[in-house]
């Protein structure tokens, strides 16, 4: 699994169902289960990386207007 494949399976959210957090995985949930392992592991490594690269003060400071209450635990 790429990127481009990891982003069309993102694409299956249902956001209609906004608010409901099950429902709008459940798509995206049905499509990895008929996945193999492997394939479940490599989306799994990819959003793990891409979560990680977004993970930091940098990002952080963009959001938070007062950073000095900030703590590391405010932020994914």
């Given at each position: 699994m790429?990127?481009?494949?990891?982003?069309?399976?993102?694409?299956?959210?249902?956001?209609?169902?906004?608010?409901?957090?099950?429902?709008?995985?459940?798509?995206?949930?049905?499509?990895?289960?008929?996945?193999?392992?492997?394939?479940?592991?490599?989306?799994?490594?990819?959003?793990?990386?891409?979560?990680?690269?977004?993970?930091?003060?940098?990002?952080?400071?963009?959001?938070?207007?007062?950073?000095?209450?900030?703590?590391?635990?405010?932020?994914?």
């Open positions: 790429n990127e481009k494949e990891f982003w069309k399976i993102l694409d299956k959210l249902d956001w209609n169902n906004e608010g409901d957090d099950d429902l709008v995985l459940k798509p995206v949930i049905k499509y990895l289960s008929k996945l193999k392992d492997e394939e479940i592991f490599a989306f799994h490594e990819i959003m793990s990386k891409l979560l990680f690269n977004i993970d930091g003060k940098a990002w952080a400071k963009d959001i938070y207007k007062d950073f000095s209450n900030y703590s590391d635990d405010d932020f994914l």
